[in-house]
Nanobody, 126 residues
Framework: QVQLVESGGGLVQPGGSLRLSCAAS????????IGWFRQAPGKAREGVSC????????YYTDSVKGRFTISRDNAKNTVYLQMNSLKPDDTAVYYC???????????????????WGQGTQVTVSS
């Protein structure tokens, strides 16, 4: 069956860094776009970043541009999210997600996500 196993979350001070990983199995990894959503308390789940399967093109929501970097390793069926210069507003549960197209992240269309990970907590606080 499909599994998306996230790791790398935790507590970090403002300005710090974390790297999230998502190890995938049970489907053809290089046939899908893959990336991250996040959900803060009391807020809707939003698309943060994704990377396409075809040409490796990337998407970032405006609030993380210049601070987050997404990458994928098709040989290891893993996607990474390097998060630098973290801010308290980045505090959320981060979910790994798989979908057919990057538009799913651009529009935060959670209903169009094919597979979800279990989520990992990221807390940015002093």
């Amino acid at each position: 069956q499909v599994q998306l196993v996230e790791s790398g979350g935790g507590l970090v001070q403002p300005g710090g860094s974390l790297r999230l990983s998502c190890a995938a199995s049970g489907f053809t990894f290089d046939s899908y776009a893959i990336g991250w959503f996040r959900q803060a308390p009391g807020k809707a789940r939003e698309g943060v970043s994704c990377i396409s399967s075809s040409d490796g093109s990337t998407y970032y929501t405006d609030s993380v541009k210049g601070r987050f970097t997404i990458s994928r390793d098709n040989a290891k069926n893993t996607v990474y999210l390097q998060m630098n210069s973290l801010k308290p507003d980045d505090t959320a549960v981060y979910y790994c997600a798989v979908a057919d197209h990057s538009i799913v992240w651009v529009t935060s269309s959670v209903d169009l996500v094919d597979y979800w990970g279990q989520g990992t907590q990221v807390t940015v606080s002093s």
